[in-house]
């Protein structure tokens, strides 16, 4: 099976401009583009590194939620990503609340949610957040998430050391019967413990050296299987560009991978479609669309 292809959005490098987003996106859904992911920072500050780079405390990171029900707006079939949503910096009652009304308003696209635990203890901290507790946080705001999303006669009920509820109900519901996935994104055997436990889909970061990833994703896997989930209904995201060859692609599908990420080209908008449409064409992405 041949993996489909995501435009990964960068809010950060491009803004919050709604003319270059709507362009952008509609023209990507033209091209045959099946998503479109986008990033999320909650808050930043001086010195903020991630890996080797040192965030810019002004780059504009716009709500990711917001920027999805935006293009959703403008969009029909193109599904909604993030990559990724920092999970351990919202309510889970909340969010719940936003991405089922995204998915009905969308009429059931908001299918790509990823979610991370964040790498910046400063952003932690200024939603008042300790850094250390982020990953147990996320593991149980993906199980609140899920058990809001379902139809229950009695409502949701959870206990745990940071949330709980007691018969709480949240409608609407996202559109099908068993609420939304949930994709988890990150390279580090936590974030792939996390993928096989509680995870509808891995997306590893794109710094990772070959053999690690796919030792990860063989983590993912053996996880899933001693957790009593099937590994084979985990999908695998992976980050690629728009320079990729065909063998490049092809070499992904024999790992597996079932969805490309390729970030957005740069230039005045013209341009970015330009390549975009180049880029379908050498992979005949439209061929698949009406």
């Not at 996106?25 to 080797?52: K, W």
Request: proline content about 7%; aromatic content about 8%; glycine content about 12%.
């Amino acid at each position: 099976m041949n993996p489909t292809f995501a435009l990964s959005y960068s809010t950060p490098f491009f803004g919050a401009d709604p003319d270059r987003l709507m362009t952008v996106a509609r023209h990507a859904e033209q091209c045959g583009f099946d998503a479109l992911y986008v990033p999320e920072h909650v808050a930043m500050y001086p010195g903020a590194q991630l890996g080797s780079w040192s965030v810019p405390p002004t780059l504009p990171f716009p709500d990711p939620l917001d920027i999805l029900t935006f293009v959703a707006a403008g969009t029909e079939r193109i599904l909604l990503g993030t990559g990724v949503l920092l999970l351990p910096y919202h309510h889970p009652v909340t969010l719940a609340k936003r991405l089922a009304t995204i998915d009905v308003l969308s009429r059931g696209r908001m299918r790509l949610l990823t979610v991370g635990v964040g790498a910046l203890p400063g952003e932690a901290a200024a939603v008042g957040v300790d850094y250390g507790t982020r990953g147990r946080r996320a593991d149980e705001a993906i199980e609140v998430l899920r058990r809001l999303w379902v139809e229950d006669e009695d409502g949701a009920t959870f206990h745990g050391e940071f949330f709980d509820l007691d018969n709480v109900f949240s409608y609407p519901k996202p559109l099908g019967q068993a609420g939304l996935p949930i994709h988890v994104g990150g390279s580090s055997p936590a974030a792939a413990r996390r993928a096989g436990r509680h995870g509808d889909g891995w997306l590893p970061g794109g710094s990772l050296r070959d053999d690690d990833r796919k030792a990860l994703w063989e983590l993912v896997r053996t996880t899933a299987q001693e957790a009593g989930r099937d590994p084979d209904g985990i999908t695998y995201a992976r980050m690629g560009h728009l320079e990729m060859t065909a063998e490049y692609v092809e070499r992904l599908a024999q790992e597996g991978v079932t969805r490309i990420l390729v970030g957005a080209p740069d230039g005045e908008p013209e341009e970015q479609c330009e390549q975009l449409t180049a880029f379908a064409e050498r992979f005949g992405l439209a061929s698949g669309h009406h």
